[in-house]
């Protein structure tokens, strides 16, 4: 069994995106028996099919490094990785490209929703990003690809690729690509702002007080959590009593998320309280848990050199798996190199 996944390098990470991923990809290191691998990887080539920022993306990726490794990935147990250390993802997808077809690209939901009305004025790396994906997971001999509702149909064009490129090139016996499955990953609670129980917990909020940022100390996180809107009502004893109540429903949520319960177990436990009771509790529950990560998480910011040699050690071992499958594609493409 092998694992690939990827996560976009986005900076200032939040509460959100360590229940939302990373945690979700300590868990599958965690599970992984002898014999078998997981490979993570910071998407910094597919960042650039968008308009960015360079030094921005820069900074992203080693926060993201950073916060990954704090969050519990060892990198002494899993291969951690950017792609741009790793050339053979972007020369796999240019092989690729020669297989992937217009018509399959051009279904991708995905891409219209995110070229919108202006598909003209998109980038080239947009449009052709899916082959991107399906590279990034072909180049491994994957055999597990974990796949939330939004990224299903990038894997089938993964596997419609590697089948014509199969058919086309390589004999019935002798394959080049794992036709890779799919595995869904725990469901990761959907964590709300903490000023608008309506809208995702995300980095881009102007409000700095509508996200617990995994940088965040103690006493930040504390006055976040005290200051997070809800409403006078008390908190129900079900479950059905949080309905049209978003903010209490996103405070509960986040609860049970860190704690690693339900809704329904920790209504058991608070139900009739109010929020002068239930914030507190909230509050030091996210402390004791994201104290660890933010110690680590900082320290790694600050040991630039340790950073370094985590992500350049995983490149090597990425590059390394790499080549036999790279070679394979050259030669099946009668290639000379």
């Given at each position: 069994m092998?694992?690939?996944?990827g996560?976009q390098?986005?900076g200032?990470?939040?509460?959100?995106?360590?229940?939302?991923?990373?945690?979700?990809?300590?868990?599958?290191q965690d599970?992984m028996?002898?014999g078998?691998?997981?490979?993570?990887?910071?998407?910094?080539?597919?960042?650039?099919?968008?308009?960015?920022?360079?030094?921005?993306?820069h900074?992203?990726?080693?926060e993201?490094?950073?916060?990954?490794?704090?969050?519990?990935i060892?990198?002494?147990?899993?291969?951690?990785?950017?792609q741009a250390q790793?050339?053979?993802?972007?020369e796999?997808?240019?092989?690729?490209?020669?297989?992937?077809?217009?018509?399959?690209?051009?279904?991708m939901?995905?891409?219209?929703?995110?070229?919108?009305?202006n598909?003209?004025?998109?980038?080239?790396?947009l449009?052709?990003?899916?082959?991107?994906?399906?590279?990034?997971?072909?180049?491994y001999q994957?055999?597990?690809?974990?796949?939330?509702?939004?990224?299903?149909?990038?894997?089938?064009?993964?596997?419609?690729?590697?089948?014509?490129?199969?058919?086309?090139?390589?004999?019935?016996?002798?394959?080049?690509?794992?036709?890779?499955?799919?595995?869904?990953?725990?469901?990761?609670?959907?964590?709300?702002?903490?000023?608008?129980?309506?809208?995702?917990?995300?980095?881009s909020?102007?409000?700095?007080?509508?996200r617990?940022?995994?940088?965040?100390?103690?006493?930040?996180?504390?006055?976040?959590v005290k200051?997070?809107?809800?409403?006078?009502?008390?908190?129900?004893?079900?479950?059905?009593?949080?309905?049209?109540?978003?903010?209490?429903?996103?405070l509960?949520t986040?609860?049970?998320?860190v704690?690693?319960?339900?809704?329904?177990?920790?209504?058991?436990e608070?139900?009739?309280e109010?929020?002068?009771?239930?914030?507190?509790a909230?509050?030091?529950?996210?402390?004791?848990?994201?104290?660890?990560?933010s110690?680590?998480?900082n320290?790694?910011?600050?040991?630039?050199?340790a950073?370094?040699?985590?992500?350049?050690?995983?490149?090597?071992q990425a590059r390394?798996?790499?080549?036999?499958?790279?070679?394979?594609?050259?030669?099946?493409?009668?290639?000379?190199?």
């Amino acid at each position: 069994m092998r694992v690939v996944s990827g996560i976009q390098p986005t900076g200032n990470l939040h509460l959100g995106n360590y229940l939302g991923a990373i945690r979700n990809w300590v868990r599958m290191q965690d599970d992984m028996q002898d014999g078998e691998q997981c490979l993570f990887f910071l998407a910094d080539l597919h960042a650039i099919s968008m308009p960015h920022d360079p030094a921005e993306l820069h900074r992203g990726t080693l926060e993201m490094a950073a916060a990954v490794v704090a969050c519990g990935i060892d990198p002494h147990r899993s291969i951690l990785f950017n792609q741009a250390q790793v050339p053979a993802h972007a020369e796999m997808q240019w092989l690729l490209n020669g297989t992937a077809r217009m018509g399959w690209l051009n279904r991708m939901t995905q891409w219209k929703d995110k070229a919108g009305k202006n598909r003209e004025g998109q980038s080239v790396a947009l449009f052709a990003y899916p082959v991107l994906q399906a590279a990034d997971v072909l180049l491994y001999q994957t055999t597990h690809v974990p796949v939330g509702e939004d990224q299903k149909q990038h894997l089938e064009l993964a596997r419609d690729i590697a089948q014509k490129f199969n058919n086309d090139f390589a004999g019935e016996d002798t394959p080049v690509f794992t036709l890779p499955e799919a595995i869904t990953p725990p469901q990761a609670a959907r964590i709300m702002s903490l000023r608008d129980g309506s809208k995702k917990m995300s980095k881009s909020d102007p409000s700095e007080m509508s996200r617990i940022e995994l940088a965040d100390d103690a006493d930040t996180v504390m006055k976040k959590v005290k200051k997070a809107k809800t409403d006078p009502e008390p908190l129900p004893s079900e479950a059905g009593g949080l309905v049209g109540r978003a903010e209490a429903l996103n405070l509960v949520t986040i609860y049970a998320a860190v704690a690693d319960t339900t809704v329904e177990a920790v209504l058991g436990e608070y139900g009739g309280e109010g929020f002068g009771k239930f914030k507190p509790a909230l509050g030091e529950l996210l402390v004791e848990t994201l104290r660890p990560i933010s110690t680590r998480f900082n320290e790694l910011l600050d040991d630039r050199e340790a950073l370094d040699a985590i992500l350049a050690r995983g490149a090597s071992q990425a590059r390394e798996l790499a080549r036999p499958t790279l070679d394979a594609t050259y030669s099946a493409l009668g290639l000379v190199r």
